[in-house]
């Protein structure tokens, strides 16, 4: 098992190291650094700044010098707010933190149940009621959802019942400079986790009804059954838990995508993540801030690639073997 | 002086600073749906929808160039000489409480201004402002590193301190600046000396301070989330804030800006004349007050670039100015709000005193025209509707800032009606960054679509039309003449703008160049951009908004109620 991990984790880091180079090459390409001085009288800024920023180096020698400076956690200053881009991202990703790790346990628990269910109960009223609202779920983009969100669910609800305020709130993680855990961050957290939720519900629960239909139709389950074992313990102790196997992998996938994949969901509610993060620097043209995201993205989903490797490996020895 | 929150509003730092008040404008359309005047209650916590975060607010330094920074914070916590204000119509500079009275100008041999302090004035430490902040504020911005604008600060030759109460500002020899109302304020404030002389002032300033100098204070800074501002118990104005705790609570966008508003969440927006907002305002908005006014320092031109075939023709440029009807292009924007006429002076509304506000009224839609200009000039219509000379089609490019649903609509407009005329445009919208970075500065475009913004009631346009500002190796290719005008007329009328220091003879120059401008055609004018202001019913005082201190400006006077 130890030799798997690390053959992988050796993958992951090329993968890595190519991605950084990538999204660094990329950044580059896209966008001057010294665009910011183009009207500035004093010729010798541009010259100053060209080679504080390495920029008369060949492309390689500039991504060596990034890429050795980034590791020792020195991620540079932004361009537009001269904060150090370590914290920056490291307070958006807070934010961001806050939508994934709900978002992702009640997916996760809201998929699985309905998946079940549609999976033991295949071509009830329930099923077709939940694989047609899953279609809904899927087809329905993050942007209309939210919009709708906060207009049936925080804006008028407040009028047809007849409350003081809103009973969900849409700008930010709190009301005005709180900054505590309490109700009103909990009502603020309600609708982009419920936008977030809608379509990996909708996808993780298909992938899990399909798995679970695989594995009740299995030999082994098959066997079980005629061997009298209560159909409860067939489901829950023979099928259920390999039938979890497939979802790990989709999970992790997602998982690692979300934390640089929220982008609308941040916009809408304006929570500065991640996500707006990229936008915003995108809009300035702020490479450091660029360079750093992209790199930070890449590795959470090479990471999240990882865990799932390695989950699967351990979830099913035969992997492992191979 | 400075401050582009917006990237469209880029170009504003551009303008060179203040003026002396003055004359006879015409009031521009002005709505507002109520005026509240009921008894402002003491205390509460009024949350203002904020659709933009400062970078920094180090005021005088390169980051810090923001309209939002500056509303929320500088207006409310840095002292200033003078104070642009409105009355009767007309928006002049008056003395902030800061002075004893006007300072003294005398411009024999040189300009001298002589400010008196009101010796009650004091920081929020109880430190009283003296002429020793004056001097390091003037020395910060000339001497230090990575300044925003030194515009007019540079023309400075000292700072006199004869007492804590006097500051002697002398001009060097032949540098009369008569903007001079504008600096020791403007976008910049001045700054404690006794807090910030012994530190790096731009640490100490940038991720914000805790001093202040005006009727509130910064009580915190969440990035990305909020500013809070609290009173400031040492203010020393007439009026003191009755707002225990104003908070700017960041939102992503103007539309979510709007949401927030429509949902509650905040009391005030200041929401960009998009064309969803002017929809959602014309739409109604309960339990709102709205206030709009095109009586603005903002406005929106085709910047056609002089030196650029074919273009560099006068008379096509003509020829493309009664292509097009501007009226009907401001009415599709803003009739909605009330504003339907184009601007006729390439300058903002509130600087009207000083324009020839018809320059342009000649340029109307008028095809016959249009062909008498080209078919003049060589042009022909082809089989195709569109004019050629010398086999090459009378083709142009438009260029904007990508994403801009008011411009986007604006050039397909333009588009359609230059088509009617016999001229192809075609559209490249680009990002705002590499627009005004890259592409304006470098002369790669025909006609670009921009706004100008004034921070200063100041009507000085030499930085923008003087030949000597074209981009050149002369001015390190840093000159602001974007348009690449070059008319020898006109450079003098412009010069003297900038130094004359009877405003008489300063307006008189002015309003003899606008007439040029028009004749040469060296830019159109098309609408004056409206500020919009919407605050709940809760919100009472009397809430207005300032073209050049922003829709805060009187904060200290508004309350809540609960």
Redesign the interface.
């Given at each position: 098992m130890a030799s798997f991990i690390i053959r992988r984790l050796l993958y992951s880091l090329i993968v890595l190291l190519v991605a950084s180079f990538v999204a660094f090459a990329g950044v580059r390409a896209a966008f001057d650094p010294l665009a910011k001085f183009a009207t500035v009288k004093d010729q010798e800024v541009k010259h100053r700044e060209t080679v504080r920023l390495g920029l008369d180096k060949p492309i390689y020698i500039q991504y060596k010098n990034f890429i050795v400076k980034f590791v020792q956690g020195d991620w540079g200053t932004s361009d537009s707010t001269r904060e150090s881009v370590a914290s920056m991202i490291q307070r958006s990703m807070g934010k961001t933190l806050q939508l994934i790790i709900p978002g992702i346990i009640i997916s996760l628990v809201a998929a699985i149940g309905l998946g079940v269910y549609s999976a033991v109960k295949q071509y009830s009223v329930g099923d077709y009621v939940f694989t047609t609202a899953s279609f809904v779920g899927i087809a329905m983009p993050p942007f209309w959802f939210g919009l709708l969100a906060i207009e049936f669910l925080a804006i008028r609800s407040k009028d047809l019942l007849g409350l003081k305020q809103n009973p969900f709130y849409f700008v930010g993680l709190h009301s005005g400079n709180g900054n505590s855990i309490d109700a009103d961050y909990a009502r603020h957290l309600v609708l982009p986790v419920l936008t977030l939720t809608v379509q990996l519900i909708a996808g993780w629960s298909r992938f899990q009804r399909a798995a679970m239909l695989d594995v009740l139709s299995a030999d082994y389950v098959r066997t079980a059954k005629a061997k009298g074992v209560p159909r409860r313990r067939v489901i829950m102790h023979h099928a259920f838990r390999n039938a979890l196997i497939p979802l790990v992998t989709v999970v992790a996938l997602d998982a690692g995508a979300l934390f640089g994949g929220l982008i609308i969901t941040e916009q809408i509610f304006s929570i500065a993540g991640m996500g707006r993060l990229f936008v915003g620097s995108l809009t300035n043209g702020d490479a450091p801030v660029l360079a750093a995201w992209t790199i930070v993205a890449a590795s959470f989903v090479i990471i999240f690639n990882l865990f799932a490797d390695v989950a699967y490996g351990v979830l099913d020895p035969r992997v492992r073997l191979s | 002086m400075k401050r582009k929150l917006r990237?469209t509003r880029l170009l504003a730092a551009l303008l060179a600073l203040g003026l002396i008040a003055a004359a006879c404008s015409s009031s521009s359309e002005t709505s507002t749906t109520a005026t509240t005047q009921v008894n402002v209650p003491q205390g509460g916590?009024l949350?203002i929808?904020a659709e933009q975060e400062p970078?920094?607010v180090d005021w005088i330094s390169?980051?810090a160039g923001s309209s939002w920074g500056y509303w929320m914070l500088n207006v409310q916590t840095m002292p200033r000489a003078y104070d642009a204000v409105k009355t009767d119509g007309e928006y002049a500079y008056a003395p902030n409480e800061l002075l004893a009275g006007e300072a003294q100008v005398t411009t024999s041999p040189q300009q001298v201004v002589t400010y008196k302090l009101n010796p009650n004035a004091v920081w929020s430490d109880g430190t009283a402002i003296t002429s020793a902040d004056f001097k390091y504020t003037w020395e910060q911005i000339t001497t230090g590193t990575d300044i925003y604008d030194a515009t007019g600060y540079k023309n400075i030759e000292s700072v006199g301190t004869p007492d804590p109460q006097t500051a002697v500002v002398t001009f060097a020899a032949g540098k009369n600046y008569a903007a001079w109302k504008g600096l020791f304020g403007g976008g910049y404030g001045i700054m404690p000396s006794h807090i910030l002389a012994s530190v790096d002032r731009d640490a100490a300033m940038?991720?914000g301070y805790t001093w202040s100098g005006g009727p509130f204070m910064l009580k915190?800074w969440?990035?990305?989330?909020?500013i809070?501002l609290v009173p400031n118990p040492k203010w020393y104005g007439k009026n003191k804030a009755h707002l225990n705790e104003v908070?700017f609570?960041?939102?992503?966008?103007t539309a979510?800006e709007f949401?927030?508003f429509?949902?509650?969440?905040?009391k005030m927006i200041y929401p960009q004349p998009q064309l969803d907002a002017v929809d959602q305002i014309a739409a109604g908005l309960p339990d709102a007050n709205s206030a709009y006014t095109a009586d603005t320092g903002n406005f929106e031109a085709l910047w056609l670039n002089n030196a650029a075939a074919p273009l560099d023709d006068v008379k096509v440029r003509q020829a493309v100015a009664y292509s097009i009807d501007r009226d009907a292009i401001v009415n599709q924007l803003f009739g909605k709000l009330g504003v339907t006429k184009a601007l006729q002076v390439i300058n903002a509304p509130i600087v009207n005193a000083y324009s020839d506000t018809q320059a342009f009224a000649g340029y109307t839609k008028d095809l016959s025209k249009v062909d008498e200009l080209l078919t003049g000039d060589g042009w022909a219509k082809g089989a195709d509707g569109i004019y050629a000379k010398d086999g090459k089609p009378l083709a142009i490019t438009i260029k904007s800032t990508a994403g801009n649903k008011r411009r986007e609509l604006t050039e397909q407009v333009l588009q359609k009606q230059l088509a009617d005329a016999g001229i192809t445009l075609t559209i490249a919208n680009t990002?705002?960054?590499?627009l005004f970075?890259?592409v304006l500065?470098a002369g790669d475009f025909q006609i670009g679509l921009y706004a100008q913004v004034l921070t200063s009631i100041d009507p000085g346009r030499c930085n923008i039309f003087c030949s000597e500002n074209i981009p050149s190796a002369a001015?390190?290719n840093?000159g602001?003449n974007w348009t690449r005008t070059n008319v020898s007329s006109l450079d003098p009328l412009l010069a003297q703008v900038d130094t004359e220091l009877d405003d008489q003879a300063r307006a008189a120059a002015n309003k003899q160049a606008d007439p040029i401008t028009a004749e040469q055609m060296v830019t159109l004018p098309l609408d004056p951009l409206p500020n919009i202001l919407l605050w709940s019913k809760t919100v009472v005082g009397p809430v207005s908004d300032n073209a050049i201190l922003g829709p805060f400006w009187n904060l200290a006077d508004i309350g809540i109620q609960s």
């Open positions: - | 990237p916590s949350v929808g970078d920094c390169s980051c940038k991720d915190s969440t990035k990305t989330d909020n809070t908070i609570k960041f939102t992503a966008d979510a949401k927030a429509t949902g509650n969440e905040v990002k705002a960054g590499d970075g890259k500065p001015n390190t840093s602001q």
